[in-house]
């Protein structure tokens, strides 16, 4: 069985850093194609990066781009998004997930099989 575990949220303020992390048992994240999730309070929740598992396809959402960085440290099995120049835009509940059919091009929304509980990040100005 496939679970996610996510870790890192917290409180910053505007123009902080923070670094989740999403440790994986049950499948290798070598050979998954990971995903990070945001949902707002009041909104939908919404793909902000994604990358394949062969690193070769990767997904930034325009909201995101230039400042979140997602990553990988395959030895411990663990996802990593790097966030920069947080904005009280950014506050969201932020979750992993993982499409572990995933193919060379990084996983769409609706394609994603796991998901973890979700870890909060709430940005102050």
């Given at each position: 069985?496939?679970?996610?575990?996510e870790?890192?949220?917290?409180?910053?303020?505007?123009?902080?850093?923070l670094?989740?992390?999403?440790?994986a048992?049950?499948?290798?994240?070598?050979t998954?194609n990971?995903?990070?999730?945001r949902?707002?309070?009041?909104?939908?929740q919404v793909?902000?990066v994604?990358?394949?598992?062969?690193?070769h396809?990767?997904?930034?959402?325009?909201?995101?781009?230039?400042r979140f960085v997602?990553s990988?440290?395959?030895?411990?099995?663990?996802?990593?998004?790097?966030?920069?120049s947080?904005?009280?835009?950014?506050?969201?509940?932020?979750?992993?997930?993982a499409?572990?059919?995933?193919?060379?091009?990084y996983s769409r929304?609706?394609?994603?099989?796991y998901?973890?509980?979700?870890?909060?990040v709430t940005?102050?100005?």
């Amino acid at each position: 069985q496939v679970q996610l575990v996510e870790s890192g949220g917290g409180l910053v303020q505007a123009g902080g850093s923070l670094r989740l992390s999403c440790a994986a048992s049950g499948h290798t994240v070598s050979t998954t194609n990971m995903g990070w999730f945001r949902q707002a309070p009041g909104k939908e929740q919404v793909l902000i990066v994604a990358d394949s598992w062969s690193g070769h396809s990767i997904y930034t959402a325009d909201s995101v781009k230039g400042r979140f960085v997602m990553s990988r440290d395959n030895a411990k099995n663990t996802v990593y998004l790097q966030m920069n120049s947080l904005t009280p835009e950014d506050t969201a509940l932020y979750s992993c997930a993982a499409d572990i059919h995933g193919g060379v091009s990084y996983s769409r929304e609706y394609q994603y099989d796991y998901w973890g509980q979700g870890t909060q990040v709430t940005v102050s100005s």
